[in-house]
Structures are given as C-alpha cells and as structure tokens.
C-alpha cells in the first residue's frame, strides 16, 4: 500500500484563526478523502477531493469553512477557517487504491481554545 | 438516510477467546465493507475489506457478510491483549466512493 502523511499531527489554536493541514500520499491516487473525527465518535465525511476539479462538501459543511486545494495526485489540503472550539477533532486524510479500498494518513489533532 | 449500526459495547473476551463484532447497514445499494481498527489516538488500520456474500478469512480474522440481511460481522479468533480497540465498520458504494462509518465496537481482551 502507499504511505500517506499528514501535517502538522497536531495543533493548538486561538478561537478565530485558521490552520491549513497537508495530506501527501507517495503515489498518485485520483479520490482523495477528508474525515473530521470529533472526540468519543466515528469518522465523518467532510469533502471528496478530486484533482483538478473543486471539492465535493458534504451536507453540514461548506467550502467557507472547510477550502480544500488538490493541485496534484499526491497532494491535497484542508483549510479549517475562522475556528472555535467546536472544531476541535481529529482531521484524517484518505485515499483510494485498487482493489477499491481506502487507507488513512496519521491524522491531524486540532484543538482550539 | 445511509446509517451503519454497531453495538458500542464494551465488549469484553478472554484472551484466546473468539471476539464477535457485528454491523448492519441500511442502504441495500452498499457495494464494500470494511472493517477498521482504531488504537486510542491513532488513525483507522485496514483490518479486511469484502465485497461478496458468505465468509472472507485472513490469518486470525474473518469477515462475514450477508448481503440479504444487510449485516457483515468481523470475527477475531485467539483474541490477545493487543486486540484490544475500537472497530469500525465502514460501507461504501462501489470504487472509490466514500466511506460511511458506524459508530465503532470497543473491545476489551482480558488476559
């Protein structure tokens, strides 16, 4: 399988401000995938990310909020805007690979006072 | 509304014992299930993934799926300490689409 990264692995930021987390993946993937995990629960769908085209939100989550950038097939981005502590979570990255499966980056845990 | 229901448990076993974990979907269109593993401040680990009815075997795991009655269950056979963690099972709609998560078991393998 390819290895896939994350950064920062975690943060803590002021109420107000935006982080930009980075997802790169070692080989080229065409679906790339963000996931909020808030604490004590599963995983969320955020957006699907395909390159070259704009990210698809899914409902409760919107492109002000959430910009994601796909410039390439190994690389995307996760821009959580103007922040507060409900946005506190656990950020994953995933990607597609055949057989049609996904696999996760290490995760991104934001906290935000 | 695609939901994917697991008992949140804890579920306790022995060690050596046979862990049952079980999920049931409610989109008869779902294509994959996936079963995850997930240690206390880590990312999802691939446990198994199946896409066919009947059973799928994997060195101490087995996935079991009933398409008909829209359940699949993961079992882990020789549970040891280090099994223990939440499992997630995940369904999706064929390809790369994305995935929909239940809840997660925890399970608890006691030495």
């Known amino acids: 399988s390819a290895v896939i990264s994350q950064k920062p692995s975690r943060d803590i930021c002021q109420r107000g401000t935006s982080l930009t987390i980075q997802c790169q993946v070692d080989?080229?993937?065409?679906?790339m995938f963000w996931y909020r995990q808030q604490p004590g629960q599963s995983l969320t769908l955020i957006a699907t990310?395909?390159?070259?085209?704009?990210?698809?939100?899914e409902s409760g989550f919107v492109i002000d909020k959430f910009p994601i950038s796909r410039p390439n097939l190994t690389f995307s981005t996760l821009t959580v805007s103007n922040m507060s502590p409900e946005d506190s979570s656990i950020y994953l990255c995933?990607?597609?690979?055949?057989?049609?499966?996904?696999?996760f980056g290490p995760g991104t845990r934001l906290t935000v006072l | 509304q695609k939901e994917v229901e697991q008992n949140s448990g804890p579920l306790s076993v022995p060690e050596g014992a046979i862990a049952s974990l079980n999920c049931t979907y409610s989109d008869r269109g779902s294509q994959s299930f996936f079963w995850y593993r997930q240690y206390s401040g880590k990312s999802p680990e691939l446990i198994m993934f199946?896409?066919?009815?009947g059973d799928k075997e994997d060195g101490r795991f087995t996935a079991q799926l009933n398409k008909a009655s829209q359940y699949v269950s993961l079992l882990i056979r020789d549970s040891q300490p280090s099994d223990s963690a939440t499992y997630l099972c995940a369904v999706n709609w064929g390809g790369n689409t994305p995935l929909v998560f239940g809840k997660g078991t925890r399970l608890s393998v006691i030495a």
């Open positions: 080989s080229q993937v065409t679906m």
């Open positions: 199946i896409y066919s009815n």
């Open positions: 990310a395909n390159q070259g085209s704009e990210a698809t939100y």
């Open positions: 995933s990607f597609g690979l055949q057989p049609p499966t996904q696999y």
